[in-house]
């Protein structure tokens, strides 16, 4: 039996005894997300029940599952799209498998450098709701919200100011040809690790750096074998909230209206909640190791390793085709980082 369908059936029996067990429940949502407990991911979709159960006055329950508990990233997008959940996370880098224009997120200096801007934009923009929101569909997947989870830090053995200090340093990437092609333009030497090789990668030398959210650093404790934290501003985590489309097209006006109040109430929730996450992260790290360095660079040092990759959206246009120049010039206008 293969995994999804050893999943879906080990979620149907599931389901089956919590209706038999629990007839008062009217209705059990599933939300899986590729994270752990506590990560931003969790953040979100521990509010997301407590809404959804407070605005249905129970009659609503919703069960999380957390990282690795349903299988990959991979996994639960699968399990979403053939309805034996009902909602998840997915990355844009996963996701796209199931729709490639979803890359462009991977673009570098893609996102506004002020998350007001990328909040109106994530949470409305007609580019991704109303045209990519059609790809996500065709593949029986509903798009519910995308947020930020906070800037992709750079942890590195040496400081890095400049694309030029990045010569000989092993930058660790996911197998993913733009993100290759980014490191390569920013100076660095991309290699592919698993993720579960990353820490030994770091403390053996095999590679000299890597990139993620703050609060990632600090729970899978990459700080402890490296110097250097630095902001570049280059990207920030951005991930996605999807429904099966069938399960979502079937539900009433009313639970159809109080998703909207809850994605609305979220909107304004997970923005803050990232932001102190991160920063009690950082702030944990610093008192675990006071010797790390922490840059934030400058405008002006931002703008060298933005101009080394200005040809990274043109290198996935060719890579992907269909509609990503257009999805591409039209996200870039919205969030006011047109080239």
């Known amino acids: 039996m293969s995994l999804n369908k050893l999943l879906k059936a080990t979620l149907s029996a599931a389901a089956l005894f919590a209706v038999a067990g629990t007839a008062a429940h009217a209705e059990e949502w599933k939300f899986a997300h590729e994270e752990s407990p506590g990560d931003v991911q969790d953040l979100y979709a521990q509010e997301f029940k407590r809404l959804v159960e407070e605005k ?44 490639p224009e979803i890359q462009v997120f991977g673009v570098p200096y893609l996102l506004s450098q002020d998350n007001d801007v990328n909040k109106k934009v994530l949470s409305g923009s007609p580019t991704i709701y109303d045209g990519l929101g059609k790809d996500f569909e065709s593949k029986s997947l509903k798009l519910y919200t995308m947020y930020p989870e906070g800037e992709m830090v750079w942890t590195t053995k040496k400081e890095v100011m400049k694309p030029d200090d990045f010569d000989g340093v092993k930058f660790r990437v996911m197998t993913s040809p733009i993100l290759i092609e980014t490191y390569k333009s920013f100076g660095s030497d991309p290699v592919a690790l698993p993720w579960g090789e990353v820490y030994s990668g770091l403390q053996t030398n095999v590679i000299d750096a890597q990139v993620n959210p ?57 923005y803050d909640a990232q932001t102190k996450a991160n920063e009690a992260a950082l702030g944990r790290i610093k008192e675990a190791k006071p010797d790390i360095k922490v840059i934030r660079l400058s405008d002006e040092q931002r703008a060298a390793f933005k101009d080394a990759s200005k040809g990274i959206g043109a290198s996935l246009v060719d890579e992907v085709g269909g509609d990503t120049q257009e999805v591409l010039d039209a996200l870039r206008k919205e969030f006011g980082t047109a080239m």
């Open 56 to 99: 249905t006055s129970g009659d609503v329950t919703v069960t999380i599952y957390t990282y690795g508990q349903l299988g990959t990233e991979n996994d639960i997008t699968e399990l979403t799209a053939a309805g034996a959940i009902q909602f998840s996370n997915a990355s844009p880098g996963h996701l796209g498998t199931f729709v």
């Open 214 to 270: 703050i609060f990632f650093i600090e729970s899978a404790k990459f700080y402890e074998v490296t110097d250097y934290l630095i902001y570049a501003g280059q990207q920030q985590y951005t991930t996605t909230v999807v429904s099966n489309a069938d399960f979502y097209a079937g539900l009433s006006d009313d639970r159809k209206a109080m998703l909207a109040d809850v994605k609305a109430e979220l909107d304004d929730f997970i």
